[in-house]
């Protein structure tokens, strides 16, 4: 039992702070939520030629060859720094299952590209009715000589607009239970008949409704097995959600530090705020909140990074984390007073942020059910 | 990072496990929800002491095991898991051999700690009193120098194992005319000594939770006062760290948590198990989610103190989030429960023994004991935090 990151990570998260807080100042966040693309390209090119992008690929395709829990360093840093962006998008729910279930032709194409910084991925897999059960794919692929045919709409796509490739979870057989008939294909997000629009979100990220209309994609674009897909979607969802964990406590952990500075320096009634135990009460929760969240956080990061079992332990930070977040930001607001809700001050980018992630990849209510049925309910 | 534990520490957890398993099952107690640590079987603490699982973590030449305090977690997690009746040993083993060894003398360590891990020296506490609740430093129970003794004063408050123990761990004035936190010294003094009264408190359950004791010129050999006089007071905020480490913050009430998910498998309504209420499945999973947070950050605690630090903000934290926790499971057994949740363990139609309304009750009293939650959030923002006190 140890809790601690190694050196190696210690050294990670340190490089990664240190380049962040050069590289993506706040004046960086807020230009990329109202920008067309929501991303620096050239802070994109600098991210992959420090390794991020391949980070967790073998080195054969290019990759560093490091583990999931190193990632889950980094991308705790960038939730810090509210690095705009489709890393998530690109390395979590791209590359990611293209490495697990992909076949060698589709890793040496795709994996070498993710590394490198040239290719964006993204995953088309919620729709309107914006669940994460199978019964809820309604996107169908319809078979058609060598090719399939997709027709359907997807929402809430993350990075829709800059992807090269989209993962599109879509139906290929309706059989009894829903989990059978689906299949993930590797889809040119050029392809015609995409068309994408945007959504305009609470966190100024960039979410896209897609719409497939008789997009034509061969038979070889099909990633993994044909009708099959849902375990990998699971698996998907899964490592998602432990990759929103990680960008929250990476956000309420600088909330708390935020907050606690303020509380420090701002005096009323000729005292530091952060002298009054009400506030410091407050203050300890939000910690107590965090530090629940980091543990939970990584636990599930570890968990999943060593190949066990991860369901319970996932479900578990991400019901925690999917609250927490909430009481962490509501204290932040009241100690911060008035100023924390103006849109000049920086507080606002983590509530956003931290508001709109308590939903995404599953919230509190559909990771409590999971739990429920391992605690054999 | 390892979220396991070794497989040496599994097969100890086993070990364990199938101990106490056989005990049960022999009928030689029955597990019970035990936030306070009530619970005490002499014997029971002889067979643990036999296993030498007291002093688990203690050095050996002292008699202890030298093993780790995750070996001692596991253990305790174990005992609370089953509610054993561990109360003759479990306040020595957490605390006051610790403050013996990290402050005692040779002597005192050699007279003390071995009637401690064999289970003969129950060893109870005595810090709180009328006047001193949060505010332990404004003690006034007095030791007054007189030759090779002091001569004891006053009244103790809260004595948990009052009734039970042959030892008391007991912190005195020594000092009247000093800054009140710089006048404090630290006893263990055995209690069949003239001139002590011990009288039982009932908690709001009415059972017998504490004890008062009196102290009337109480005449006690200066051997044994532990570590330095009038320097008592900073002795006892390391040892009220340990007393906050511990699993039994998070899991004194244990076994009704189990036993309200076997009542709601068990129990229909509408020709269907309870457990497929949604909302019933929802208030169950929320209670896992936090245990495992608590779990994990009294983990923390544990690793801390194998580091060799005393952990204070992180065993803070970990108390005062874990009796919230405790006080969540009882209330929502409650809520489960109904009607039936006000039936106590002797009534007709009571269910799960009792447990519910009692631990409900009890649990008002957790978030009070070993540091009011509300001193525990001091404890993380001044201490932790850095927030200033003015």
């Known amino acids: 039992m140890d809790l601690s990151l190694s050196e190696e990570q210690e050294m990670l998260k340190k490089m990664a702070r240190d380049f962040l807080t050069n590289r993506c100042p706040k004046t960086l966040v807020k230009e990329m939520e109202t920008s067309e693309k929501g991303y620096s390209p050239?802070?994109?090119?600098?991210m992959a030629g420090l390794g991020w992008m391949g980070l967790v690929l073998p080195e054969k395709y290019g990759g560093g060859g490091m583990s999931f829990l190193d990632l889950s360093v980094l991308l705790e840093e960038m939730g810090r720094s509210c690095l705009p962006g489709p890393f998530l998008s690109t390395v979590v729910l791209g590359s990611l299952p293209i490495l697990d279930i992909g076949n060698e032709e589709?890793?040496?194409?795709?994996?070498?590209?993710?590394?490198?910084?040239?290719?964006?991925?993204?995953?088309?897999?919620?729709?309107?009715?914006?669940?994460?059960?199978?019964?809820?794919?309604?996107?169908?692929?319809?078979?058609?000589?060598?090719?399939?045919?997709?027709?359907?709409?997807?929402?809430?796509?993350?990075?829709?607009?800059?992807?090269?490739?989209?993962?599109?979870?879509?139906?290929?057989?309706?059989?009894?239970?829903?989990?059978?008939?689906?299949?993930?294909?590797?889809?040119?997000?050029?392809?015609?008949?995409?068309?994408?629009?945007?959504?305009?979100t609470i966190a100024s990220d960039k979410l896209y409704?897609?719409?497939?209309?008789?997009?034509?994609?061969?038979?070889?674009?099909?990633?993994?097995?044909?009708?099959?897909?849902?375990?990998?979607?699971?698996?998907?969802?899964?490592?998602?959600?432990?990759a929103k964990c990680c960008e929250t406590l990476g956000g309420i952990q600088q909330m708390l530090e935020m907050t606690v500075d303020y509380a420090k320096e701002r005096k009323q009634f000729d005292r530091p705020i952060g002298s009054f135990q009400v506030i410091q009460h407050y203050c300890a929760n939000m910690a107590t909140d965090v530090d629940g969240s980091r543990f939970s956080t990584y636990q599930?990061?570890?968990?999943?990074?060593?190949?066990?079992?991860?369901?319970?332990?996932?479900?578990?930070?991400?019901?925690?984390?999917s609250e927490a977040c909430k009481r962490v930001t509501a204290l932040a607001h009241q100690i911060h007073g008035a100023i924390g809700v103006t849109i000049d001050h920086d507080l606002q980018f983590y509530t956003r942020r931290a508001n709109a992630a308590e939903a995404t990849f599953g919230d509190a209510d559909f990771y409590r059910e999971i739990i429920a049925q391992e605690m054999g309910l | 990072m390892d979220f396991k534990f070794s497989e040496e520490q599994e097969r100890f957890r086993q070990e364990v496990r199938g101990f106490l398993e056989g005990e049960i099952r022999q009928g030689l107690w029955q597990p019970s929800c035990d936030a306070w640590i009530q619970g005490y079987l002499p014997e029971f603490t002889?067979?643990?002491?036999?296993?030498?699982?007291?002093?688990?973590?203690?050095?050996?030449?002292?008699?202890?095991?030298?093993?780790?305090?995750?070996?001692?977690?596991?253990?305790?997690e174990e005992m609370l898991r089953y509610g054993a009746p561990a109360a003759c040993h479990w306040f020595a083993d957490r605390q006051i051999g610790r403050a013996i060894l990290a402050y005692g003398t040779e002597q005192q360590r050699q007279e003390l700690l071995p009637k401690i891990i064999k289970g003969e020296a129950y060893v109870g506490l005595g810090m709180s009193e009328p006047e001193?609740?949060?505010?332990?430093?404004?003690?006034?129970?007095?030791?007054?120098?007189?030759?090779?003794?002091y001569i004891i004063n006053?009244?103790?408050?809260?004595?948990?194992?009052?009734?039970?123990?042959?030892?008391?761990?007991?912190?005195?004035?020594?000092?009247?005319?000093?800054?009140?936190?710089?006048?404090?010294?630290?006893?263990?003094?055995?209690t069949?000594?003239?001139?002590?009264?011990?009288?039982?408190?009932?908690?709001?359950?009415?059972?017998?939770?504490?004890?008062?004791?009196?102290?009337?010129?109480?005449?006690?050999?200066?051997?044994?006062?532990?570590?330095?006089?009038?320097?008592?007071?900073?002795?006892?905020l390391n040892q009220l760290d340990y007393e906050r480490a511990g699993l039994e913050r998070l899991m004194g009430n244990y076994p009704l948590f189990d036993a309200i998910i076997k009542f709601t498998k068990e129990t229909k309504q509408n020709g269907k198990p309870l457990s497929q209420d949604a909302l019933i499945r929802s208030k169950l999973a929320q209670l896992q989610v936090e245990f495992e947070i608590g779990r994990l950050l009294t983990y923390r605690v544990v690793l801390v103190i194998e580091e060799g630090r005393a952990p204070n903000v992180e065993a803070a934290m970990a108390k005062a989030y874990s009796t919230a926790f405790e006080q969540h499971l009882a209330s929502t057994a409650m809520d489960i429960l109904g009607l039936y949740g006000q039936l106590v363990a002797e009534s007709k139609w009571a269910p799960i023994l009792g447990m519910a309304p009692h631990s409900y009750l009890g649990s008002k009293g957790y978030s009070l004991q070993a540091g009011t939650s509300e001193i525990l959030r001091n404890i993380v923002a001044g201490r932790g935090l850095g927030l200033p006190s003015k």
Not at chain 1, 141 to 166: C, E, M, Q, R, S
Not at chain 2, 204 to 217: L, P
């Open chain 1, 209 to 242: 409704e897609v719409v497939f209309d008789q997009v034509r994609v061969p038979k070889k674009s099909i990633l993994g097995q044909l009708d099959q897909g849902w375990s990998e979607v699971q698996k998907i969802i899964e490592r998602a959600a432990v």
């Open chain 1, 42 to 46: 050239e802070l994109w090119q600098e």
């Open chain 2, 132 to 149: 001193a609740g949060s505010d332990l430093a404004s003690l006034r129970t007095q030791a007054v120098e007189d030759g090779d003794d």
């Open chain 2, 154 to 190: 006053g009244q103790k408050m809260w004595a948990s194992c009052g009734m039970f123990m042959n030892y008391i761990y007991l912190v005195a004035r020594t000092d009247p005319e000093a800054p009140k936190h710089r006048g404090i010294s630290e006893f263990v003094i055995a």
């Open chain 2, 46 to 76: 002889k067979r643990v002491a036999e296993r030498g699982w007291i002093g688990l973590a203690w050095p050996k030449e002292y008699g202890g095991q030298g093993r780790s305090n995750i070996d001692r977690l596991i253990l305790t």
């Open chain 1, 300 to 321: 599930a990061a570890w968990t999943l990074s060593e190949g066990l079992p991860c369901t319970k332990e996932v479900a578990i930070a991400k019901a925690w984390l």
């Open chain 2, 192 to 236: 069949n000594l003239p001139g002590i009264t011990i009288t039982p408190t009932m908690d709001i359950t009415g059972s017998t939770a504490w004890a008062e004791v009196f102290f009337d010129s109480v005449r006690v050999p200066q051997r044994y006062l532990i570590g330095e006089k009038n320097h008592g007071f900073y002795q006892i």
């Open chain 1, 106 to 200: 589709q890793k040496r194409e795709y994996l070498p590209k993710i590394a490198s910084g040239e290719a964006i991925f993204t995953l088309a897999l919620t729709e309107p009715n914006a669940k994460y059960d199978a019964a809820s794919i309604a996107v169908k692929a319809t078979a058609d000589n060598n090719d399939y045919i997709i027709n359907g709409t997807k929402l809430f796509v993350p990075d829709a607009h800059i992807a090269d490739y989209l993962l599109c979870v879509a139906r290929t057989n309706e059989l009894a239970k829903p989990e059978n008939g689906i299949t993930i294909f590797l889809v040119d997000a050029k392809s015609p008949g995409i068309s994408c629009a945007v959504l305009k």
